[in-house]
């Protein structure tokens, strides 16, 4: 392969954008795609086997003083907050300082989980960072600097001045996923009841110092001596936040600033947690926290997309005038890290992304498969439902399988072997599940999400 330089070069001309049916436009190159989508800054870090292949960032830090970006720029990572914090909490886990099943009002002393009703069904760490605790609010706006700032039992409650709905429980714990940022807050609380400790020092000690994250921090204000050195969130169409950007109370769920090399440092270390080396997590931690959990894509903490060989994790963040994408493979020492100052830039992001992907040469990302002549069993035709209803209608003929979804117009089925197969044109693969010459079952993944069905009886 040719040199990290070259690599780079390749990625930063190669930027396609992708309309709904997963079809691609001709290259860009990153300038150009950032002028499009108004995105002043951008800083990006690849990982090439098990380490940094090169980090560089383009652009500018605020629009209105034209200052660059460099790879030492710090950024809101938004969501990637969450399973950052989901890391402290499973080394508390390993260390027996915390259970993640039990009622996590066990934890909690400055405030409870309220009942639903005269009932209270226990929920636990492990359901809340698995965003299936049926704990409400998605995520948190925060805060002009110069605002209050609430309490996190204030936030939890919905009280003044709170700028966002309480948190409760309003569905079955246990039973699906939901998203919950509010959840995470929940846990953030219980942590810091337990120890007794400032969330930000509790956090470097058992993630951030450990893996090298030096920059890095849950830093809620971001201090004076700091603020040079971070970019300046713009939302939409380059306009500056007022301030430069938000204060994120909720630190767990929003409050990380930090770099794409830092993040990919975290990435790495990760990666060789799952190959059995030494780190702040066992193997086994990590593999519970990237196996999906409940029927859907996410583990603890982390989304998870692919499999076998080809399994990644990662998690994206949004918070206002700041998006991040950390996507790593589990077994490869592949990944990368994207974070750039502007909301409108999203879509940019995954475009630097398939860029990456496909310079590299990312096995399984494209779910690109190789088409192979099969003899495809009977047993597989048949009509399949899923929990939301949709009906997947497989049919054979003439020695092939079609698929139609709800009764429409009947797309071919392209066979990997006997039960995996490609939806011709789409980045959309099934996988039956036949057990001797009786087939119940099939999976759907596209979109890094894995959707069940089932035969119809």
Request: net charge neutral; charged share 20%; proline share 6%.
């Amino acid at each position: 392969m040719s040199t990290a330089q070259q690599r780079q070069e390749q990625v930063l001309k190669n930027l396609m954008a992708e309309d709904c049916y997963h079809h691609l436009s001709h290259p860009y190159s990153l300038e150009e795609r950032m002028r499009h989508y108004h995105t002043p800054g951008c800083s990006i870090a690849v990982i090439q086997n098990g380490k940094i292949d090169w980090a560089a960032a383009f652009g500018v830090k605020q629009v209105s003083t034209g200052k660059p970006v460099t790879p030492q720029t710090l950024f809101q990572a938004g969501s990637v907050s969450k399973p950052t914090f989901a890391l402290a909490v499973m080394r508390l886990y390993e260390q027996g300082i915390v259970d993640i099943d039990v009622d996590v009002n066990t934890y909690l002393k400055s405030w409870k989980v309220p009942p639903f009703g005269e009932t209270r069904s226990k929920i636990t760490l492990r359901q809340i960072l698995g965003h299936v605790a049926g704990l409400t609010v998605n995520g948190f706006p925060g805060y002009l600097q110069t605002q209050r700032i609430p309490t996190v039992p204030q936030i939890l409650d919905g009280e003044e001045p709170a700028n966002s709905p309480p948190v409760r429980v309003d569905i079955l714990p246990g039973t699906q996923f939901r998203y919950s940022g509010g959840g995470t807050t929940v846990a953030q609380l219980a942590v810091t009841d337990l120890l007794g400790r400032q969330f930000p020092e509790m956090m470097k000690e058992l993630v951030l110092a450990p893996v090298g994250m030096e920059k890095s921090g849950y830093f809620q204000p971001l201090p004076e001596e700091l603020r040079a050195q971070a970019a300046v969130g713009h939302p939409f169409h380059a306009t500056e936040i007022v301030g430069g950007w938000h204060v994120h109370p909720e630190l767990a769920a929003a409050g990380l600033w930090t770099t794409p090399t830092e993040l990919a440092r975290l990435g790495i270390h990760l990666q060789g947690c799952l190959a059995e080396q030494k780190g702040i997590l066992s193997k086994q931690s990590m593999e519970i926290m990237t196996t999906p959990y409940l029927e859907s894509n996410m583990g603890i903490g982390y989304f998870t997309e692919g499999v076998g060989e080809n399994a990644r994790f990662g998690h994206t963040g949004w918070n206002e005038g700041y998006v991040t994408k950390f996507l790593m493979y589990k077994y490869k020492g592949l990944g990368a890290v994207i974070m750039l100052n502007s909301n409108e830039g999203k879509d940019l992001m995954y475009e630097i992304e398939r860029a990456i992907a496909k310079v590299y040469g990312w096995p399984g990302y494209f779910c690109k498969m190789e088409t192979n002549p099969v003899a495809v069993p009977r047993c597989l035709a048949g009509k399949y439902c899923t929990e939301y209803g949709t009906e997947l209608s497989v049919c054979h003929k003439e020695s092939r399988l079609f698929l139609s979804i709800n009764g429409l117009e009947k797309i071919p089925l392209l066979a990997h072997d006997e039960t995996v197969y490609q939806v011709q044109g789409l980045n959309s693969v099934l996988t039956f599940h036949p057990k001797g010459d009786v087939c119940e079952r099939l999976t759907l993944e596209q979109s890094g999400r894995r959707i069940e069905a089932y035969r119809k009886v």
